[in-house]
């Protein structure tokens, strides 16, 4: 997933890769989790805290504790029962401490389409709703980062699936939803699969309070996908629609959001189908979309040698250079066939490079969910995949 977006230029141009320090910070073992999915979140300590998608004691997934060391914490281990399981979006953190997330299976016995849930600091977890699958909304498991934010300590996040039928086999079309700190959830909009779009996508926010995000796609339209704005009076604008093909195809991952209120972000698909490994679908692309709604390509995937394809999340650091990463591309071997998938990075000044490339072997492959920089500019990201227990990784790439 190679989408860099530096805070000046935000012009990428290819050039050699830059001298930066790659290392393995922590390999899970499954038994401390597996497949970690969700970006990184970092404390002011310097302690680091996320979730994998599976391992643990009942193989649905932990909430860990990573310090500056690197030693590992077990917080939560999921059973997949009431509490939850398999949990799928980055953590946020409130003042006290207290951790929240959501989870993909779990929570409702008949429907277990996941919850919303908060971790305390003494490590009580606490399932502040329990999704139905129906009008309320339902999750789904799979590459994916989605995302609560937190505003006047109230949580508001997206659900992938559920509201209004009609979507992927009538799993529903995703919904907008608010839950209190009494855990009372209150559905904020419904998407409809039309021009609106569908399957909701990690959110942000600005200070007034309104929401944004994109929806991955609508099979009932045809459209490749939709930013959108919510407002704090509950209506919903589409910014912008994807048309497919060259100009990308369904938008993944968490925006970005200037002041000027362009966005920034990456698309899973289209873009460029001729060199692409993935073929017809596209590689993805990198894309801003201004304050007027005007689309403009950054950079297309896989027209490179050894490129990355399909992008994922990226990080600005607090020098302006932007870092992400991408599923597939790069190094292409037994393990990885499509590619073990790289990191770039992206300048000030708008220069454009690939700085690391997965083998599969210990340093893992398939990098997934957002970045994360310490206070000495340490970028930190994991891997689906690989290391020495094929279980993923940590890693740790140096400026």
């Not at 093909?245 to 698309?267: C, D, I």
Request: hydrophobic share 35%; proline share 2%.
């Amino acid at each position: 997933m190679k989408f860099a977006l530096s805070i000046l230029a935000l012009k990428l141009l290819v050039t050699a890769a830059s001298a930066q320090t790659f290392s393995v910070f922590y390999t899970f073992n499954f038994t401390d989790g597996s497949a970690p999915n969700g970006g990184l979140i970092l404390d002011s300590a310097g302690n680091f805290y996320g979730t994998t998608q599976f391992g643990g004691s009942s193989n649905r997934g932990i909430i860990f504790k990573l310090d500056s060391t690197g030693q590992q914490t077990v917080l939560y281990t999921f059973t997949g029962s009431s509490d939850g399981g398999i949990p799928i979006g980055r953590l946020i953190r409130d003042a006290k401490g207290n951790l929240y997330g959501i989870t993909s299976v779990g929570g409702d016995a008949t429907c277990s389409c996941g919850t919303v849930f908060e971790l305390t600091t003494t490590g009580t977890l606490k399932v502040l709703h329990a999704f139905l699958g129906g009008t309320d909304g339902a999750q789904n498991s799979g590459q994916a980062e989605l995302g609560l934010v937190m505003i006047k300590g109230n949580l508001y996040g997206s659900a992938s699936f559920g509201g209004v039928s009609g979507c992927d086999g009538n799993l529903g079309c995703g919904v907008l939803f608010k839950v209190t700190p009494a855990g009372v959830e209150t559905v904020l909009y419904r998407f409809t699969g039309q021009a609106d779009g569908a399957f909701p996508q990690d959110l942000i926010n600005d200070a007034a309070g309104n929401i944004y995000g994109a929806t991955g796609g609508s099979y009932m339209q045809g459209n490749g996908g939709t930013l959108f704005k919510l407002d704090t009076t509950g209506a919903l604008t589409t910014l912008y629609t994807f048309p497919e093909g060259a100009k990308g195809t369904s938008p993944r991952w968490r925006l970005l959001r200037s002041e000027n209120g362009a966005f920034y972000g990456v698309t899973q698909f289209g873009g460029n189908t001729t060199t692409c490994a993935l073929g017809t679908v596209g590689c993805g692309v990198a894309f801003s979309v201004n304050a007027q709604g005007t689309e403009k390509v950054l950079h297309t995937f896989g027209e490179q040698a050894d490129d990355g394809e399909e992008p994922s999340a990226g990080l600005l650091d607090a020098a302006g250079n932007g870092y992400a990463t991408t599923f597939y591309g790069g190094t292409v071997n037994s393990t990885c066939t499509l590619g073990c998938g790289v990191v770039s990075r992206e300048t000030s000044g708008g220069k454009y490079s690939v700085i690391y490339r997965f083998t599969g072997a210990a340093d893992g492959f398939n990098p997934s969910g957002g970045l994360a920089e310490d206070t000495s500019g340490n970028i930190y990201g994991a891997t689906l995949f690989g290391g020495s227990g094929a279980n993923g990784v940590i890693y740790k790439i140096t400026p």
